[in-house]
């Protein structure tokens, strides 16, 4: 062996020698290697090779015929990598294959997972993030992150390292195995927040959270994965650039929307992925379900839409949160839509603050988690429909401001003109439309706040000299306030308008006609079924006739039957109601596209009517029919939608059917409560009918508490004579019965058969349904013969006013059936 | 080790495969056409930007090398006994036998002589595995050509020694 100590001397000889004569080099070498044998012996070898050598080691070598056959890159079973020996994969992804290896060269076996760079995706970007991940791990030490152990390169350059080996089962997977139920599966995600928490703590963020990166060990231990995406928040330490094209590898459906836009991401950006985390583990399915929607819509989507609530979308029975009363699911819900905002800064500043709020959820305590305001939503709104807004905003400039001096130059034929013109405009094109799909307003403004600007305006000296243009802007804004459903505000601006419209244009004058029209529309709200009548029975032809003539727009002429249709049906005049309707249909054709809603809602309410007899079978299909269609169309987001999924539930719910009623009925709701007011009557006839399903499924406090709402809500707006009122008083019974508290159930449904005797005619089914309740609460009493007759009569008005085999008629027997067996009588 | 190796590593592999895929039947294929393609095919599609040409060979022969050796180990494991045969009955054994018993011997000799001179090392892997020319190399290695010329004699002379 040569030491390194000789090399210098021997390299220096042989370069002295090398290139003199051959015959020169041996006496040169005797002389210089100085009796040093060793060194001779080496120098000499080495002169000679090189005399031998030639141009051998000029050219590359041959390449053998295989070349190129290399047998498997990654490591197999038995590799050595390091001191571990594989065992096999785990698994393999774009970043990084993952094999189960042994460490057995000590004392002990150690079992250690070991993640690398998979030999076909190596790329400068891969083995940099590679490289990233593995400094990140080394910096975290947690019980809930799977902790780094060792590191190096292998033969062919690739990085890797060893991890500790976890263990577990992902997440959600062993969540429904173990079948867990709510407050264990929160007890896991607090877990995860630990972890997220510590990590951050380290300016560390994920960025890659979802369930597939969180195991659950089988002592129940969280342990979280997978950094390989994750960032250094330090600002003392730069981010090497890990994207290429602005894009980063992570799962979308997990993604926070300041990460699908490619912005900056922070320690907020793993609270919504916690958001979405627990979504799921909660209702069972993701926040949004896009089927087979194009990449870029379900990335919009993901950016404009709130997610409908975990309990509303929740599979009722089988969905984990379905277990919690309504009102404990609501705060849960307010939790993880809190951490599901679209705006970083109005999540949870914290993991540890989710968590912490999860924690006083399980103990019962109130949580921190708020729900977005009604006018929040609906600045949202406005914010995501510019284009719309600025026009409102246009328009309210030009007729509250500049108008009232245009209008003052111009004479008598122009100004009328100029008035229908500007009001038209804003009437239909704009604040009606906007309204209907949930509000619109100027700038930042709600809808809500821009009719109460523009109220304001109203009553200022700009029109004092023109009351009547003033009044037409009254019945506008009245009437954009009904259709968001502030009833009041609406009320007080329509019933001004009239007070100008009749002295000054008299009572037959279009204008003062619309304006009634709307009060119509009020009083059916404030169940004065009597006014609307009188307003119908008087104007409904020159309705009619002005549509004809083109002066009225062929949807409004379809609202106004709609409406009347409503005032008869709640008088018990069904005949009236479906000739109504069907004249609204057949004006179809007519209806211009951006208006077709209108004919959707005549649709719904034919749906009802079939329903009102009893043909439940039909009802289904055309609801059914229907309701696809909505969704099919530009319908899936609206009013419209929700009356039809809201009618679905309602025939679902009487053909027994409660797990699918519930589901539609809350997803009608959900609709209902991101358009409307939160008092918006129809979110609360929806409410009514969940708690009916609530009592039907015994889940009676869930129910109480809806029908307290709901009634209520019902109280606050509608005289007792709302159709409405009886059947939400009976329900109330039913469930009050079903609480044991008799005598209470009897005075409540005693007060519901009144209101139904007094309001419908002699057997109309809605009274003898509740004649029905009343019954079975009597025979529950011990009341036979009283119960007796409410039993015999309502079955007797079913047969009459129902289809033959219908579930209310077979009730109505069962009922009377049940009460000659506990009074041990022979059925007559 | 230079993070861009495993890169280089991969790339140089997956284009022998390509080639062998492609059954070539002419002898064109060698280990400078391998990396030469290999530069290109980075540059051009991969867009791997490198400091210079020159860092590119460097990592370049080092990974050709590996690839040869280990292939030729791989071979050779299978082969044993009958590469045996032909060491008996050939006059200059290595030479004529398969090229993967020279690969081996070389770069077992390069590895001793890296040992004592590692720039005369390197300068064999950029010459031997990479098909550099002196001037090339010596541009790669920073030094001289003269200075690489003596380096190459000395280490010529070394294989020779070791190889037989």
């Not at chain 1, 100590?5 to 090398?18: A, G, H, M, S, Y």
């Amino acid at each position: 062996m040569i030491s390194n100590t000789d090399w210098p001397r021997l390299r220096e000889l042989f370069d002295q020698l090398v290139d003199l004569p051959r015959a020169e080099q041996a006496p040169r070498l005797e002389q210089l290697s100085a009796g040093d044998a060793w060194l001779r012996e080496e120098v000499g070898s080495l002169l000679a090779a090189s005399r031998t050598a030639g141009d051998r080691f000029d050219r590359v070598p041959d390449l053998p015929d295989d070349f190129g056959d290399f047998g498997p890159d990654d490591p197999s079973v038995g590799t050595r990598i390091g001191p571990y020996r594989i065992a096999r994969e785990i698994g393999r992804g774009g970043m990084g294959a993952v094999f189960e290896a042994f460490r057995d060269d000590d004392a002990y076996t150690k079992r250690v997972a070991i993640k690398m760079v998979p030999a076909d995706r190596v790329t400068p970007l891969v083995l940099k993030r590679f490289h990233h991940e593995r400094q990140i791990l080394a910096r975290l030490e947690h019980k809930n992150i799977a902790a780094l152990l060792d590191g190096g390169v292998t033969g062919d350059g690739r990085p890797w390292f060893a991890m500790e080996c976890v263990e577990g089962e992902r997440i959600d997977h062993y969540c429904d195995r173990q079948r867990l139920g709510v407050r264990d599966r929160l007890q896991l995600v607090r877990q995860v927040c630990a972890a997220v928490h510590y990590a951050h703590q380290n300016l560390v963020v994920h960025r890659d959270l979802k369930p597939s990166n969180v195991l659950v060990g089988p002592n129940g231990t969280v342990k979280l994965l997978d950094f390989g995406i994750a960032k250094l928040v330090d600002p003392g330490e730069p981010e090497p650039d890990l994207t290429e094209t602005g894009t980063l590898p992570m799962t979308t459906s997990y993604a926070s929307p300041e990460q699908l836009r490619g912005e900056p991401v922070s320690t907020t950006s793993d609270l919504y992925s916690l958001g979405v985390l627990l979504y799921e583990l909660l209702a069972g399915r993701p926040p949004y379900l896009f089927g087979n929607l194009p990449i870029l819509e379900i990335r919009q989507r993901m950016l404009e839409e709130t997610p409908l609530a975990p309990s509303l979308v929740a599979e009722p029975n089988t969905a984990p949160v379905s277990e919690l009363t309504r009102t404990r699911a609501g705060e849960l819900d307010h939790i993880v839509l809190m951490a599901l905002r679209k705006e970083p800064a109005r999540r949870y500043a914290s993991a540890e603050q989710l968590a912490d709020d999860l924690l006083r959820f399980t103990a019962g305590q109130p949580v921190r988690a708020q729900p977005d305001s009604f006018g929040y939503r609906a600045t949202k709104f406005a914010a995501r429909n510019r284009a719309a807004v600025a026009a409102v905003a246009v328009i309210f400039v030009t007729l509250v401001g500049g108008l009232a001096v245009t209008l003052g130059q111009m004479r008598a034929g122009e100004r009328e003109r100029a008035r229908t013109d500007v009001v038209n405009r804003f009437l239909q094109e704009v604040m009606l439309a906007n309204a209907m799909d949930g509000g619109a307003g100027g700038g930042q403004r709600t809808i809500s706040d821009a009719l109460d600007a523009a109220s304001v305006r109203l009553v200022s000296e700009e029109l004092a000299g023109f009351p009547e243009v003033r009044a037409t802007l009254q019945q506008i804004i009245g009437t954009s306030y009904l259709s968001i459903g502030r009833y009041q505000q609406g009320e007080t601006h329509l019933q001004a308008a009239l007070a100008t419209q009749l002295p000054l244009l008299g009572e037959d004058h279009l204008e003062t006609i619309k304006t009634g029209r709307s009060l119509a529309k009020v009083a059916l709200v404030r169940a004065d079924y009597a006014a609307a009548e009188a307003f119908f029975v008087r104007h409904l032809d020159r309705l009619r006739r002005e549509e004809r003539a083109g002066r009225l727009p062929t949807s409004s002429l379809v609202e106004s039957l709609n409406d009347y249709a409503l005032g008869r049906r709640a008088v018990g005049d069904a005949e009236a109601a479906e000739a109504l309707l069907r004249e609204a249909l057949a004006l179809q054709p007519r209806v211009p596209a951006v208006a077709q809603g209108a004919i959707k809602v005549i649709e719904t309410l034919l749906i009802l009517v079939q329903l009102d007899q009893g043909k439940l079978d039909a009802a289904e299909a055309d609801a059914r029919r229907l309701v696809e269609r909505l969704r099919a169309g530009p319908y899936t987001a609206s009013n419209e939608m929700a009356a039809g999924l809201t009618i679905l539930g309602s025939i679902l719910m009487e053909q027994g059917r409660l797990d699918e009623s519930r589901a539609r009925l809350r997803e009608a709701e959900a609709l209902y409560r991101r358009i409307f007011d939160p008092d918006y009557l129809p979110t609360h006839d929806n409410l009514r009918l969940q708690a009916q399903v609530a009592y039907l499924d015994g889940r009676t406090a869930d129910g109480v508490a809806l029908i307290d709402q709901v009634l209520a809500n019902y109280r606050k707006f509608s005289k007792p004579q709302y159709i409405s009122f009886a059947t939400a008083l009976t329900v109330q019974g039913q469930l009050l019965y079903a609480q044991g508290r008799l005598p209470e159930a009897e005075r409540v449904m005693g007060e519901a058969l009144a209101l139904r005797r007094e309001n419908l005619p002699a057997g109309h089914f809605m009274a003898a349904l509740t004649e029905g309740a009343l019954g079975e609460l009597l025979v529950a009493a011990g009341r036979y013969a009283e119960a007796e007759s409410l039993l015999v009569a309502s079955k007797a008005a079913l047969r009459q006013s129902q289809a033959t085999a219908n579930p209310r008629t077979r009730l109505a027997e069962a009922r009377l059936a049940a009460l000659y067996r506990a009074w041990g009588k022979p059925a007559p | 080790m230079d993070q861009l190796f495993p890169v280089v590593y991969g790339k140089l592999k997956l284009l022998a495969r390509k080639h062998l895929r492609a059954e070539r039947g002419d002898h064109t294929l060698s280990p400078t056409a391998l990396v030469h393609e290999a530069f290109l095919r980075l540059v051009d599609q991969d867009g791997v930007s490198w400091e210079s040409q020159s860092h590119f060979y460097g990592i370049a022969t080092l990974a050709m090398r590996r690839i040869l050796v280990d292939h030729a180990r791989r071979r050779t494991a299978g082969k044993r006994s009958r590469q045996l045969q032909v060491t008996l009955d050939d006059a200059s054994p290595i030479a004529s036998a398969d090229p993967s018993a020279e690969i081996l011997a070389v770069d077992e000799a390069l590895a001793e002589l890296a040992g004592h001179d590692p720039r005369a090392a390197r300068l064999v892997t950029l010459r031997y595995f990479g098909g550099l020319t002196i001037e090339e190399a010596a541009k790669v290695m920073a030094v001289s050509p003269a200075t690489a010329k003596r380096d190459w004699i000395l280490a010529r002379a070394w294989l020779q020694r070791a190889l037989g």
